[in-house]
């Protein structure tokens, strides 16, 4: 099958969600459900015996599916390289740290210095609190986060559209 890295995540991303959807069938046909008289005479109202055994083989198989479809795509993210020759992998890893240090960046870049009057029995003044660094070089190291993570994740999508051979 030829695919891409982009439609390899989502075809993992259905196999998860079908995965899941047998793991929850699965926890509903565990029982079956009958009535037994005083007689001795069994009555059978559910019987998911067979639904059971069809949706566990389809549940193991998902796994196993999933597991191989990973392995292709986490190895994709380790051959395929940026132009810098960072892999897929560690880009995305960096642009990680890098949205964490923009965030960082955004909050530093909210803060004002603030002057509060105190004033106690005997005594008034002023409480200053004054940020501590140049919030223009803030600024600046802001923009210059938000550009690099924009053309990582550029880089990485264009990445994510070339195409292999994958053995489904």
Known sequence: MKTNLSNLMNIVADEERKFASYGYELKEYAYNTS?????GTINIIEDYKEDFTKDFEEYKKTQQKITKLKSVLYQKNNTFKLPDGRT??????DNTNLRKMKSLYNYLLSQKSVKK???EVNNSYFECKTINFDINEIRKEYETLEKKIQDTDFEIS?????EFDIDV
């Open 35 to 39: 009535t037994q008289e005083l007689d």
């Open 88 to 93: 897929i992998q560690e880009a995305l890893v």
């Open 117 to 119: 009057r105190e004033t």
């Open 158 to 162: 264009k990445l994510n559209s070339i």
